[in-house]
């Protein structure tokens, strides 16, 4: 018994690093990776380049990567289930067909012309969570919408500063979100059979000096991946909120992560390698970069949008 506690207290204080799995995916150095979701169809790691406009497609086996270009500003890319993607945009969500021809399917927030949506993710029946955020930076500014796949629109969480990343747990029970300036992660406990959400509260507080909460994902076992942009880590939580697993990343700005491979055991990383307002950090070679980490553990599939 005795022993048991001594390392279960262990485990909290002292996260496994895993970066010695870490290897490099893409030795690109790409403005803003973003995004990364497997495609279990063609096992493949989708991804995008967000302020260039570009959706990638890599080969894991071949390493090959297939570009296409958007032609504007994009937060994230997801499968659709009839084919294509839908792209999360400045003007709302867009539609990108197997033709390379893109168009915009809704609206979002168009008569806010600082406003563009950003990262987001579709839970098992197809519909997608995605939020927004001013290019100002203006607090409250932002709100996170619910498109179902009839393409209709709920704004279901307003006053939201940077809306990022979204992910749930495998019983689709519980719904993390991250505002990024907020220095912490959220929860909501989430009904997959209407779509809602409800119980917000905080899950992990994380010190801006740490980093700040970019994307996220999440395990079979419950833990909770996160990106921490400026903070150079991916951190796992357990579903308590306590801090048991780090990657550490040789670049700063860590964007998002996500299980793909064939057995959803490699954890890609995507980074940035753009500078805000000349930050104050060094060059660092590999920003930009995608990389890769086994930790040993499962993450969860990703779902097109549709039905």
């Known amino acids: 018994m005795f022993r048991k506690l001594r390392h279960a207290n262990?485990?909290?204080?002292?996260?496994?690093?895993?970066s010695n799995s870490l290897s490099v995916a893409s030795a690109i150095n790409y403005d803003i990776g973003e995004?990364?979701?497997?495609?279990?169809s063609s096992n493949k790691l989708i991804f995008v380049d967000c302020n260039l406009g570009y959706i990638h497609q890599l080969d894991p086996t071949s390493g090959v990567i297939t570009k296409y270009e958007v032609g504007e500003t994009i937060g994230v890319a997801l499968p659709c289930k009839s084919g294509g993607f839908v792209v999360t945009s400045k003007g709302g969500l867009l539609?990108?067909?197997e033709k390379n021809q893109t168009s915009l399917l809704v609206p979002i927030e168009s008569?806010?012309?600082?406003?563009?949506?950003?990262?987001?993710k579709c839970d098992s029946l197809g519909r997608l969570w995605s939020g927004t955020f001013s290019s100002t930076f203006e607090r409250g500014a932002g709100s996170l919408y619910r498109i179902d796949p009839d393409l209709s629109v709920t704004k279901v969480v307003s006053e939201v500063r940077v809306s990022n990343g979204i992910a749930w747990n495998q019983s689709e029970t519980l719904m993390y979100f991250n505002d990024t300036l907020s220095s912490g992660i959220d929860v909501f406990d989430y009904d997959i059979t209407h779509g809602t959400i409800s119980n917000r509260r905080r899950?992990?507080?994380?010190?801006?000096?740490?980093?700040?909460p970019d994307g996220l994902t999440v395990d079979i076992e419950g833990c909770v991946w996160v990106a921490l942009f400026y903070g150079s880590e991916?951190?796992?939580?357990?579903?308590?909120?306590?801090?048991v697993g780090v990657v550490k990343l040789p670049t700063s700005r860590v964007t998002s992560c996500n299980f793909g491979g064939t057995d959803l055991t490699d954890l890609y990383i995507t980074t940035a390698d753009f500078k805000i307002n000349d930050d104050g950090f060094p060059h660092e070679p590999e920003a930009g970069y995608v990389f890769k980490c086994n930790p040993g553990v499962s993450g969860l599939p990703s779902y097109p949008f549709g039905r």
């Open 10 to 18: 262990l485990t909290r204080c002292s996260p496994i690093d895993y």
């Open 95 to 97: 539609s990108y067909d």
């Open 35 to 40: 995004g990364p979701i497997w495609h279990p």
């Open 234 to 243: 991916v951190r796992r939580y357990n579903p308590q909120g306590h801090l």
């Open 203 to 212: 899950f992990v507080d994380i010190e801006r000096k740490q980093g700040l």
């Open 111 to 120: 008569s806010l012309p600082s406003n563009r949506m950003n990262d987001g």
